[in-house]
């Protein structure tokens, strides 16, 4: 009964911020990496950032620099801080979790619903 449900996105302007949250349930949290994917029209998914359970992060050369991942243990919480974000940054967001402790890119077993994440002046 695993559950992902992200929430926080929205229309932002070029420049603007966005935090995204993934709230989890169902799983034992603390146990898991847990990463950001999305997807921009017509294109494929594309990962966005990474956090093992033990709180190393990682981040894709597009977002490095202004977006942020974090871990809430306590709160069973990931959370995408998103910092001057660009028109390419349009897409749905997803919340992953991974099938161990460690981020492997492409290795995801559960999903999210999404959030829309739209970048437009």
């Given at each position: ?6 929430s926080g996105g929205g229309l932002v302007q070029p420049g603007g911020s966005l935090r995204l949250s993934c709230a989890a349930s169902g799983f034992t949290f ?92």
């Amino acid at each position: 009964e695993v559950q992902l449900r992200e929430s926080g996105g929205g229309l932002v302007q070029p420049g603007g911020s966005l935090r995204l949250s993934c709230a989890a349930s169902g799983f034992t949290f603390r146990s898991y990496a847990m990463s950001w994917v999305r997807q921009a029209p017509g294109k494929g998914r594309e990962w966005v950032s990474g956090i093992t359970s033990g709180g190393y992060i990682t981040y894709a050369g597009s977002v490095k620099g202004r977006f942020t991942i974090s871990r809430d243990n306590a709160k069973n919480t990931v959370y995408l801080q998103m910092n001057s974000l660009k028109p390419e940054d349009t897409a749905v967001y997803y919340c992953a979790k991974h099938d161990s402790s460690l981020v492997t890119i492409g290795r995801y077993d559960d999903w999210g619903q999404g959030t829309q994440v739209t970048v437009s002046s």
